[in-house]
């Protein structure tokens, strides 16, 4: 028998800060976290400008010891676990160990790491080479340390679908716990990478944004202007449950988990085909899990990540799966204030989309002054708007092809 997935805890760590409180109320008030780059010297880079994640002590959430033993991205990982698990009331012990699983997406792990010792190598030789690095290196070392620090022995993975990554995570959780196989997984996406190889790398592809001399308004989905991603960091984790299970600890309900749909382009390494039709697909095969229409959804969460060709297209896929509902579903971008977290955003942007639901208010897409062409839907331009949300959606797609939408519902028993 499937069973119904609730969310009951939630972590986050993002360029607007760290916590739940400090990002969400960053998200209302329509603040852009992007600034210029302070993780290394980028003043001959063509972009200088990233959303960074300010403020964050690891030491704050974990032994100091432990600490230095992970490289970023884990240590975010690990930090907005002990958020959400201390937010959820969810405690595990050797009860119910076994039945207590974690699932998060990442899309390079640790760049930093591998940069740093590349260069040890070269310099100092291989001998020099911590006994760290490849632990502090692979993606999936964020739900094995999450799963030793907190004792959760039950299915463990790491997906790594590129930008897609964190929406992949939460939605195979959701199914894992849907047909029983487990009972609770702690779940969502991280990411750090503003590095040097990382803003090369995405710069020679000319996807990143250039708005060096004003990079509060450097990222703005669906805007005329819009001239590439920002890149962001961070971490969205939170606590999924059977509702048999949240109910018979008396947990409280964020939302409710209700559709999953997956696709591949099939078609080029980085771009989308323009008629959206992967995206599309995608939608469609998560209406059709949750059991509803398109014109039942009250919200969407876009992938939104400022670059001409996404938004474009991304607007088109919406129409071709919302018909005649495309042009008054409420739609917007929050990457317009944490930049793009690439595998981390799916994890973030599904917890801002179970805050619309609890709240009723939509998060604003800001920098929204001329609307790009094509772009003629309802972004909730520049502010917050308040709304109740019964059904809302949030997406993610990725290079290579691989897209990702899930849909929440408001919890009723």
Not at 184 to 193: C, D, L, R
Not at 325 to 331: E, G, K, R, T
Request: glycine share 12%.
């Amino acid at each position: 028998m499937e069973r119904r997935v609730v969310i009951t805890g939630i972590g986050l760590i993002t360029p607007l800060g760290v916590g739940v409180n400090e990002s969400w109320s960053g998200i209302i008030a329509g603040k852009s976290g992007v600034g210029e780059i302070t993780r290394f010297n980028a003043s001959i880079y063509g972009t200088q400008i990233a959303a960074e994640v300010k403020g964050f002590k690891a030491e704050e959430f974990m032994a100091k010891k432990e600490a230095n033993r992970m490289e970023t991205f884990i240590a975010y990982a690990v930090a907005a676990t002990r958020m959400a698990m201390e937010d959820s009331g969810l405690i595990i012990d050797d009860d119910n160990a076994n039945r207590v699983g974690v699932l998060t997406g990442c899309g390079l792990g640790g760049l930093n790491m591998l940069e740093v010792t590349a260069h040890t190598v070269d310099t100092k030789g291989p001998k020099r080479v911590s006994p760290f690095f490849i632990p502090m290196l692979i993606g999936n070392m964020a739900p094995g340390m999450i799963s030793i620090v907190f004792g959760a022995k039950g299915p463990n993975s790491s997906v790594a679908t590129a930008c897609a990554a964190g929406t992949h995570a939460v939605g195979d959780a959701y199914e894992i716990i849907k047909y029983g196989r487990a009972d609770a997984m702690i779940t969502g996406g991280v990411e750090s990478v503003v590095t040097r190889t990382c803003i090369a790398g995405f710069g020679a592809m000319k996807a990143l944004s250039t708005r060096n001399d004003d990079p509060d308004h450097a990222s703005r989905p669906f805007d005329r202007d819009r001239d590439g991603f920002v890149v962001g960091e961070g971490s969205g984790m939170m606590i999924l449950e059977s509702l048999e299970h949240a109910q018979a600890r008396g947990a409280k309900i964020y939302a409710e988990v209700v559709g999953y749909g997956m696709s591949g382009d099939g078609y080029h390494i980085t771009s989308p085909p323009p008629n959206g039709e992967g995206a599309s697909r995608c939608m469609q095969a998560a209406l059709d899990n949750a059991g509803i229409t398109a014109d039942q959804i009250d919200y969407i969460n876009a992938h939104g990540t400022s670059t001409p060709l996404n938004d474009l297209y991304e607007t088109r896929a919406i129409k071709a799966t919302f018909g005649a509902a495309a042009h008054s579903v409420p739609v917007s971008s929050t990457k317009s204030m944490t930049g793009h977290l690439l595998g981390g955003s799916g994890g973030v942007e599904t917890i801002f989309t179970a805050l619309a639901i609890q709240n009723s208010i939509l998060p604003p897409t800001i920098n929204f002054e001329n609307p790009g062409e094509e772009c003629d839907l309802d972004y909730v331009p520049n502010k917050a708007r308040e709304k109740e949300v019964t059904y809302a959606m949030s997406n993610s797609f990725g290079f290579g092809g691989t897209n990702a939408s899930l849909i929440l519902k408001k919890f009723t028993p």
